[in-house]
């Protein structure tokens, strides 16, 4: 979506073209920088560069790689196998002297020279010498470095703080507090260096909090203490320990347990059950389940959780209130966010239940489907189906066989606001109009959903979203789902013959006169007048019809082989490889080697009804 836009702003630009202006058709990746108000673009040709909101070269594209400018307004580039980092007006400000360049942390960069590393400040400048042998990012005011396999912590004036002496440190990104380890177990220091616990602990448990903001190096914020406690391991049992490195609350022990999340819920075990504690140590979710699971794949953030009992499980929110009952368990559909969820109550009706567990839509429906529209679902009832809205109100009547959005979330939100259906081979509106009917099938083309494959009294063509014919209804079949065939082509069959147009303009590249045709890897082996030959995707005879059989060698073509991919051919009852224009490479081989080395020859084309469709929403 965010590509569209930004697509949508430069085919605004006058086409007075200019050489430091970018158009449209040279972009292949667009984003917006945050830092500096720029868009970072990849280009086709593949080189990274900056434009500004008129499409004006900032930076130009002459760099194989480009990070987005960090806080510093400084951006990590790659050119020509060097590394380093350039200012928004694209002068280096970092030069390629280093074997290794990091990120920026606190304003200091970790680099490498001569085997060593040290920092620099952000105008490239040496803060602190090059006296270790690895280097982490500043957290805290805090960084941990290397020497001769052990660890330890210096600040920012390089100063050690911790000593370099232990097995192993670590710390989080949100706390002033580290932890160290000796003889394999861990033990807990404050960040001045002092020791604030024994070294007793097998294992210490970092979780993420999405609340704190990350800077412009981190994805997620690391803690051991903002969310709540910090879980620890020791002596089989996991426990939970406040700032102090104390017992966070009464009865801290447990068999099993989950670090506290970002809306500080633990998940827990105490002699074989499960439920769900806050960092006082209550038990929201009652520690009597058979097992408690997260709805989020990212557990730190996870806005719902499953909690089995028997057969039937409930369904809780962040906040641990109670939604439902379900014999099913429920999870993210890889939304960000989730403001509502879906599921089947235990009469086997399904409904949608707002995060704080309003009923928005009752619990009466036999299926109840997200649609690629963020507002509107699809809903069926005895075998029908229609479209509702998150209010509960029936914005298609449940009247047809099928129904499912014509635009999805690959497409501009500027089409998926349109509200189109297809609908038992019609397209409808929202207000349940029928804009387009009269055929026995309409599917949306794969890769542009403004273009519809229609068919009628079993003949096939291609009309668009205004009912114009862009290919009229003469053909047997036409092909959709392209990602095992032609790379920017579709099948078409007329009269049993076989051909190509391409999958943009649907012009024909290739007319429908081959018998026989296979598509693979670029090449196309095809068979016309019972000759066989080679051509490619744009129609051009690269070897002509002259051979009885030509015999692929799968593995050379998909990158398993040599370099050049083996072609075998028969022509009368002589074998011999030939190369894609034809020419004879080895003669006198015999059919058991050809046989042996080979695929089999060209054979009639995989019938596109049984090629895969893309699935349905």
């Not at 499409?55 to 480009?66: E, G, K, L, R």
């Not at 368990?329 to 235990?346: A, E, G, Q, R, W």
């Not at 006169?513 to 090449?523: M, P, T, V, W």
Request: proline content about 5%; glycine content about 6%.
């Amino acid at each position: 979506m965010k590509k569209a836009i930004f697509f949508i702003l430069l085919s605004l630009i006058s086409c007075n073209s200019s050489s430091q202006k970018i158009s449209k058709n040279e972009i292949d990746y667009i984003e917006k920088d945050k830092e500096s108000g720029f868009f970072r673009v990849h280009n086709k040709k593949g080189k990274y560069g900056f434009i500004d909101k008129d499409s004006i070269i900032q930076i130009p594209f002459d760099y194989d790689f480009i990070n987005p400018f960090d806080d510093n307004l400084l951006a990590f580039t790659k050119k020509n196998g060097k590394e380093f980092y350039i200012n928004t007006k694209g002068e280096i400000i970092i030069p390629p002297d280093y074997g290794k360049l990091n990120l920026f942390s606190e304003g200091l960069l970790s680099v490498k020279k001569n085997g060593k590393y040290g920092f620099l400040d952000t105008k490239g400048k040496v803060v602190i010498p090059f006296d270790f042998d690895g280097t982490g990012f500043f957290c805290q005011g805090l960084c941990i470095v290397s020497k001769n396999n052990q660890y330890g912590f210096i600040n920012k004036f390089g100063e050690i703080v911790i000593p370099i002496s232990y097995e192993s440190v670590k710390n989080s990104h949100a706390d002033n507090i580290v932890i160290a380890s000796q003889k394999g177990k861990w033990g807990f220091l404050n960040s001045q260096g002092k020791q604030i616990s024994d070294f007793i602990f097998d294992k210490v448990f970092s979780g993420y909090n999405l609340n704190i903001k990350a800077p412009s190096n981190l994805s997620e914020v690391t803690t051991y203490f903002k969310n709540g406690a910090v879980l620890v391991f020791k002596d089989n049992k996991y426990e939970f320990l406040n700032e102090k490195i104390k017992p966070a609350f009464p009865n801290n022990k447990f068999d099993s347990a989950s670090v506290f999340d970002t809306y500080q819920n633990a998940i827990v075990k105490r002699n074989g059950k499960f439920g769900i504690i806050k960092p006082s140590g209550e038990a929201k979710v009652p520690i009597e389940y058979d097992y408690v699971e997260y709805f989020d794949s990212n557990h730190n953030s996870s806005e719902y959780y499953n909690a089995r009992k028997g057969k039937i499980y409930s369904i809780f929110n962040k906040d641990l209130k109670k939604l439902g009952e379900s014999y099913e368990p429920v999870y993210n559909d890889y939304s960000v966010k989730t403001p509502f969820i879906i599921f089947k109550n235990l009469n086997n009706k399904y409904g949608l239940v707002t995060s704080n567990g309003e009923i928005k839509i009752p619990f009466q429906y036999d299926g109840l489907f997200k649609s690629d529209n963020n507002t509107l679902l699809e809903v069926s009832k005895d075998n029908k189906f229609g479209i509702i809205d998150e209010k509960g109100k029936i914005r298609i009547p449940i009247q047809y066989k099928e129904i499912y959005p014509l635009y999805d979330k690959f497409d501009d939100e500027e089409l998926r606001k349109k509200n189109l259906f297809i609908a038992d081979n019609k397209i409808i509106n929202i207000e349940n109009q029928v804009l387009i009917d009269k055929y026995n099938s309409i599917t949306p083309i794969f890769n542009n959903h403004n273009y519809l494959i229609v068919s009628k009294n079993k003949k096939f063509g291609i009309i668009d979203v205004n009912k114009n014919i862009i290919l009229p209804l003469e053909y047997n079949e036409i092909s959709n789902w392209t990602e095992y065939g032609p790379r920017h082509s579709k099948f078409i069959v007329k009269n049993g013959k076989t051909g190509l147009i391409d999958h943009e303009n649907f012009k024909i590249t290739i007319p429908p006169i081959y018998d026989k045709f296979r598509y693979i890897n670029g090449l196309i082996f095809a068979k016309k007048q019972n000759k066989v030959g080679i051509i490619n995707e744009e129609g051009v005879v690269l070897c002509n019809f002259i051979y009885d059989e030509i015999y692929p060698n799968l593995n050379d073509f998909y990158g398993y082989g040599n370099k050049e991919p083996r072609i075998y051919a028969k022509k009368d009852n002589s074998y011999f490889q030939i190369n894609v224009k034809g020419k004879i490479l080895k003669s006198n081989l015999t059919k058991k080697f050809v046989m042996e080395n080979s695929e089999i020859p060209v054979v009639n084309r995989q019938k596109i009804s049984e090629a895969p469709l893309p699935p349905k929403p």
